[in-house]
C-alpha cells in the first residue's frame, strides 16, 4: 500500500505537470484534525481547471494514479442530476487499497463552492485564484442549535411517523417497517441525540455521519439504548427495538426542552405511545382500533 507521502506527491506531481489545471485542494478525513487516522482514509482532492470537457472525454487520463481495483463515475448516474461542465468526479479504490476520491471543477465553480467546506486545505494554487481560507476544522459540520420550531417539528414526525411502524409490524410487513424506522423515524432520533450532544458541548462538535462519533458523549447506557434499537428482521424483535427507540427519544425530547427552553408536548408523545402499544396488541383479525 502506497504510503500517504506518495500519494500526495503523485497527486501534486500530475497537476504540477497539466496546463490544465491551476489548484488543487483537499477536504474529508485527511484534513479533519478530529477524524480517526486509520487506512481506511480518502484522499479527497479537488483539481480546479479551465474546463471538464477534455478530462471526461479522456476515460484513460486517471491511469496515471494507479492501477484501478474497481471505481465509480458518480456523476454518470441516470438517478442524480449533475453539472458536468462545472463538476466531475472519480471515485477510485487501487490495486493496493487506496482510494481517491478526486473531482474536476472549473474555476468559476471552485471559487464560488471552496469556502463551503471548512475541511478544506489548498495544496497548489499556480494563479493565485482561489480565497484565502481559515485554518482546517470541522467547524462547518457541527451540530447547529435547533429554533424551537424545528425542536417542536422533529418531535411531531417521530410521534405521526411511528403510527406507520405500527401499521407495518402489524401488517407483518417486514420492509416497510425497516424503511419506516430506519430512514424516517430514526433520523428525528438521531437529530434529537445531536441537540442533546450540542447543548452539552456548546455547540461546538461534530457527531460524524449517521452518528458515528456519538457515543464520545452520550452516557454509556444512553449509546447501548441507541444501539438496542436495532433489531434483526424479527417482527417481535422490531416491536421491542423500536419501544426502545420511543423511550430514548422521549427522555432526550424532554431534557432538551427543558435546558433549552422550548415546550415539550407531552401529550402528543403519550397519545402516540398509546396508539403504538393498542396496534401492537391487537389480535390479528381484529376489526376495530381503538
Given at each position: 500500500?502506497?504510503?500517504?507521502?506518495e500519494m500526495m506527491d503523485l497527486i501534486l506531481d500530475v497537476?504540477?505537470?497539466?496546463?490544465?489545471?491551476?489548484?488543487?485542494?483537499?477536504?474529508?478525513?485527511?484534513?479533519?484534525?478530529?477524524?480517526?487516522?486509520?487506512?481506511?482514509?480518502?484522499?479527497?482532492?479537488?483539481?480546479?481547471?479551465?474546463?471538464?470537457?477534455?478530462?471526461?472525454?479522456?476515460?484513460?487520463?486517471?491511469?496515471?494514479?494507479?492501477?484501478?481495483?474497481?471505481?465509480?463515475?458518480?456523476?454518470?448516474?441516470?438517478?442524480?442530476?449533475?453539472?458536468?461542465?462545472?463538476?466531475?468526479?472519480?471515485?477510485?479504490?487501487?490495486?493496493?487499497?487506496?482510494?481517491?476520491?478526486?473531482?474536476?471543477?472549473?474555476?468559476?465553480?471552485?471559487?464560488?463552492?471552496?469556502?463551503?467546506?471548512?475541511?478544506?486545505?489548498?495544496?497548489?494554487?499556480?494563479?493565485?485564484?482561489?480565497?484565502?481560507?481559515?485554518?482546517?476544522?470541522?467547524?462547518?459540520?457541527?451540530?447547529?442549535?435547533?429554533?424551537?420550531?424545528?425542536?417542536?417539528?422533529?418531535?411531531?414526525?417521530?410521534?405521526?411517523?411511528?403510527?406507520?411502524?405500527?401499521?407495518?409490524?402489524?401488517?407483518?410487513?417486514?420492509?416497510?417497517?425497516q424503511d419506516m424506522i430506519n430512514f424516517v423515524v430514526r433520523?428525528?432520533?438521531?437529530?434529537?441525540?445531536?441537540?442533546?450532544?450540542?447543548?452539552?458541548?456548546?455547540?461546538?462538535?461534530?457527531?460524524?455521519?449517521?452518528?458515528?462519533?456519538?457515543?464520545?458523549?452520550?452516557?454509556?447506557?444512553?449509546?447501548?439504548?441507541?444501539?438496542?434499537?436495532?433489531?434483526?428482521?424479527?417482527?417481535?424483535?422490531?416491536?421491542?427495538?423500536?419501544?426502545?427507540?420511543?423511550?430514548?427519544?422521549?427522555?432526550?425530547?424532554?431534557?432538551?426542552?427543558?435546558?433549552?427552553?422550548?415546550?415539550?408536548?407531552?401529550?402528543?408523545?403519550?397519545?402516540?405511545?398509546?396508539?403504538?402499544?393498542?396496534?401492537?396488541?391487537?389480535?390479528?383479525?381484529?376489526e376495530i382500533i381503538m
Amino acid at each position: 500500500m502506497r504510503t500517504e507521502k506518495e500519494m500526495m506527491d503523485l497527486i501534486l506531481d500530475v497537476a504540477k505537470k497539466d496546463e490544465r489545471i491551476r489548484a488543487v485542494y483537499m477536504n474529508g478525513s485527511r484534513t479533519n484534525p478530529d477524524a480517526p487516522k486509520d487506512i481506511f482514509r480518502d484522499y479527497d482532492i479537488v483539481y480546479v481547471v479551465k474546463e471538464t470537457g477534455s478530462f471526461i472525454e479522456d476515460k484513460g487520463w486517471i491511469d496515471v494514479f494507479g492501477e484501478v481495483l474497481f471505481m465509480q463515475y458518480p456523476d454518470e448516474s441516470p438517478d442524480y442530476p449533475a453539472d458536468k461542465e462545472n463538476s466531475y468526479g472519480w471515485l477510485m479504490i487501487f490495486t493496493d487499497g487506496n482510494r481517491l476520491d478526486l473531482t474536476v471543477k472549473t474555476v468559476a465553480h471552485a471559487k464560488e463552492n471552496v469556502l463551503e467546506d471548512s475541511l478544506c486545505i489548498i495544496l497548489l494554487d499556480k494563479d493565485g485564484i482561489l480565497p484565502s481560507i481559515p485554518e482546517s476544522s470541522d467547524a462547518s459540520h457541527h451540530v447547529r442549535r435547533p429554533t424551537a420550531e424545528q425542536f417542536a417539528a422533529t418531535c411531531n414526525e417521530f410521534w405521526w411517523c411511528l403510527n406507520n411502524v405500527a401499521k407495518g409490524l402489524w401488517r407483518e410487513e417486514v420492509t416497510y417497517a425497516q424503511d419506516m424506522i430506519n430512514f424516517v423515524v430514526r433520523k428525528q432520533l438521531e437529530k434529537m441525540l445531536s441537540w442533546k450532544i450540542g447543548l452539552l458541548t456548546d455547540y461546538s462538535v461534530s457527531i460524524g455521519k449517521a452518528g458515528k462519533y456519538m457515543h464520545h458523549w452520550l452516557s454509556e447506557k444512553e449509546w447501548q439504548s441507541y444501539l438496542d434499537t436495532y433489531s434483526s428482521a424479527d417482527t417481535d424483535a422490531m416491536w421491542r427495538s423500536t419501544e426502545i427507540m420511543c423511550g430514548l427519544f422521549y427522555d432526550t425530547s424532554e431534557w432538551v426542552a427543558a435546558q433549552s427552553g422550548f415546550e415539550f408536548n407531552k401529550q402528543e408523545a403519550e397519545n402516540s405511545l398509546l396508539y403504538f402499544r393498542k396496534v401492537r396488541t391487537l389480535d390479528k383479525n381484529a376489526e376495530i382500533i381503538m
